[in-house]
């Protein structure tokens, strides 16, 4: 099994910066697609950014130019950078990995527990 744990969420103004981090560790063949989604209270869960294994990256409008997503590979880990943060960015905030397993050789849609992001002053 292979499991993903978040970190770097958090209470900010607006208009300040976090940076989000997901490690991805267990039984770990290889690592496809990464990414983050959200969800705001009330609200379904939503696509923020994702990025390749080869570095490809895909945001959604509501973020483009705020907010960047990068992976190192090697360390198996993904990350969110939240820049010009505004209050609707307020959000539990999920890391998604497809990570393919040696045991069975197939892939797998692996979610983080979860961490909040507030953006208020």
């Known amino acids: 099994q292979a499991q993903l744990v978040e970190s770097g969420g958090g209470l900010v103004q607006p208009g300040g910066s976090l940076r989000l981090s997901c490690a991805a560790s267990g039984s770990i063949f290889s690592i496809n697609a990464m990414g983050w989604y959200r969800q705001a209270p009330g609200k379904q869960r939503e696509l923020v950014a994702t990025i390749t294994k080869g570095g490809s990256t895909n945001y959604a409008d509501s973020v483009k130019g705020r907010f960047t997503v990068s992976r190192d590979n090697a360390k198996n880990t993904v990350y969110l950078q939240m820049n010009s943060l505004k209050p609707e960015d307020t959000a539990v905030y999920y890391c998604?990995?497809?990570?393919?397993?040696?045991?069975?050789?197939?892939?797998?849609?692996?979610w983080g527990q979860g961490t909040q992001v507030t953006v208020s002053s």
């Open positions: 998604n990995a497809d990570i393919r397993i040696p045991l069975t050789g197939r892939s797998y849609d692996y």
